[in-house]
């Protein structure tokens, strides 16, 4: 199993970046699927951007792409989440997880972090 902790959070003004990660413990990160999710107040968890268990395969979520970029390092069992041109409606909690394979359902993922507030200031 793995135990994920995500870091980076903060505030940031409109137009700015943020790069957001998630730290692995666990000794089988590797072989893991990892996605990002956030959720907003009064709104429902939403997908974000996933990549595979080898990095070679990405999903972003249609008003992420050009704007967020997933990677990961898996010698430092970290997934990151570079975010630019960041807009007021990115505030939300941002959330790691780990599944077995990637995908835009939350269901997929058995592992979560804590989570990240990111803010968007106008």
């Known amino acids: 199993q793995v135990q994920l902790v995500e870091s980076g959070g903060g505030l940031v003004q409109a137009g700015g970046s943020l790069r957001l990660s998630c730290a692995a413990s666990?000794?089988?990160?590797?072989?893991?699927?990892m996605a990002w999710f956030r959720q907003a107040p009064g709104k429902e968890r939403e997908f974000v951007a996933a990549?595979?268990?080898?990095?070679?395969?990405?999903i972003y979520a249609d008003s992420m792409k050009g704007r967020f970029t997933i990677s990961r390092d898996n010698p430092k069992n970290t997934v990151y989440l570079q975010m630019n041109s960041l807009k007021p409606e990115d505030t939300a909690v941002y959330y790691c997880?780990?599944?077995?394979?990637?995908?835009?359902?939350?269901?997929?993922?058995?592992?979560w972090g804590q989570g990240t507030q990111v803010t968007v200031s106008s």
């Open positions: 997880a780990a599944g077995h394979s990637s995908s835009m359902n939350e269901r997929s993922y058995n592992y």
């Open positions: 990549i595979s268990w080898g990095g070679a395969s990405t």
């Open positions: 666990g000794r089988t990160f590797s072989r893991y699927a």
